[in-house]
């Protein structure tokens, strides 16, 4: 039985033009067909430069496809304004990335908060989630510290409580364990698997083994075409 | 809003140096204009307050044309006969006062020298006041006395009571005058027809006409310059209202306060474009952020909003601080003015509507020159940004 799907990708192909004058095309995905269903646990692994990261951002609404149809719950999001894209993304999917990503001038606070201010949540509403979210990670005592004063797996942990912290429907991490070391990395790890535990549908973009591991299913990516997964 | 604000404030503290560098841009410029249109006010307000002293039911009858060389000294000492009899019999003509401005030379106790003389009718002092600091002043009729300016009283060592030489024809020394301006304490004020007797001459260089009351003060000088021209067969005089002269004073400064502004425009102007530069480094240095931003929810206009906030706030501070130091600099100059000058040349004076406008128009400026950053941001591609090392 099939269940419903939060995501959808239909012969979705990504051109980038790069260089000086934008000569240079980048086909990062080439007719990727993918389905993600709600309360999924999905890796997707492959090497680096295969289109993982391109096959995130198009999941995230972050991008649009060049070719073929990306669906967010059945809505084709090529045909959808900037500011409802924007909508989803601050509402109904949350980012965390290999870099962090944190804003440098906003302590660990206000990054946490940050989603909610695009919100429009209230302050008071704000601060009672952003600290409720980083004693969720642990990092309760940290709030007042700019990132450069917290450490590689701190900083993770705040990305995770701000992708989550408006609740959102599906998270996606772009190797989230990339940049740390084991020992912290299964600390993320173990926060993302929280997180689906708590009903986040999560799709993960690796090259870690044991990341993919912990997935319920794993997809192979290859030269920005699927070449085969496995389940469990 | 307030939240995209506090965003932005901490964009600017995050880079201390480079904001303050720009907010001096700004202030330099803010603090020019303050100061160059607050001092301009301050000058239409003393124009304005001596204007009013005299009256503006005041007409001036001056040698040469009306505009033309208005104020230059030589309009002053140039003589003219007049017929001021017939002159009073023009409609609308009161009471007429007469004034003779010339050079003569002064001899007392061993000093000598040329200074500026100005004979008057007996009945002048009911055109301007002059305040009398020591002895008494003219009474009607009399002849062989004279009032010294505080300054000259001074320099020539002369109290009321003294006599002095003028072109060898003794004077008593029966007052002494202190006047708005230390320019005009270096004066002595003679009756006007022992000035006349000693000169050999029967001119005044000027004459003030009062309209008499319930006449229209431009038909009765318009009388006047009529009059004038069929009795003299020429128009060599000129017939000045106070409102007319006013009006030039008030032109010329203004149009002071504007090239003087102008400049200073061009100091905000170039504040202006450091905005714009520190903005243009902020956005391709947050160019990352901005993705981030945009990955976690945020709209362009959100985006645009909070650069614009940084930028208006730059103009703002800069605003702020450049009126609070315009109007120290103004102050400063009109208290320097005064102690050089002396009394009240000028009047410390700074409009509330001169404060508001220059913080609005700083935080315009400010807004402005973000303007182009801000769209650069809010267009920026999320998924590039985040690329952006």
Redesign the interface.
Known sequence: MRGEAIVELEGVWKVYRMGRRRRIEVEALRGVYLRVERGEFLAVMGPSGSGKS?LL?LM?C??RPTRGRVLFEGEDISSMR??TL??????RV??V?QSF??????TAL?NVE??M???GVP?GERLRRARELLARVGLRERERHLPNELSGGEQQRVAIA??LV?SPDLLLADEPTGNLDTETGREVLSLISGAHGGGVTVVVVTHDPEVAAAAVRALRIRDGRIVGGTDG | MVDLARIAVRGLLHRKKRSWLTIIGILIGITAVVALVSLGESMQLAVRRSFEELGYDVVMILPGELGGGFGGPSSFSTSFELDVDALSTVEGVGEIGLLNFQSVYVKADGTEGVIDALGVSDNIFSFFKVEIVAGRGFRPGERGVAILGQEIAGELGLGAGDTLQIEDRPFNVVGIYSADSRLDEDAIILPLVDLQELLGTQGVTMVLVRVAPGYDVGRTAERIEAFLYRSRGRRDLSVQTMEEVHEVVQRALGILGAFLGGIAGIALVVGGIGVMNTMYTAVLERTREIGVMKAVGARSSQIAVIFLLESGLMGLAGGALGTGLGSLLNFAAVTAAKRALGARVLEYGISWWLVLGAMGFSFLVGAIAGLLPARAAAKLDPVEALRYE
């Open positions: 391109t951002h995230g972050l991008d900037p500011a924007a909508r989803i993304r601050n509402r949350g980012f990335f990503n944190l804003a440098p001038t906003l206000g940050l989603p201010i695009f919100a302050r701000r992708a408006n």
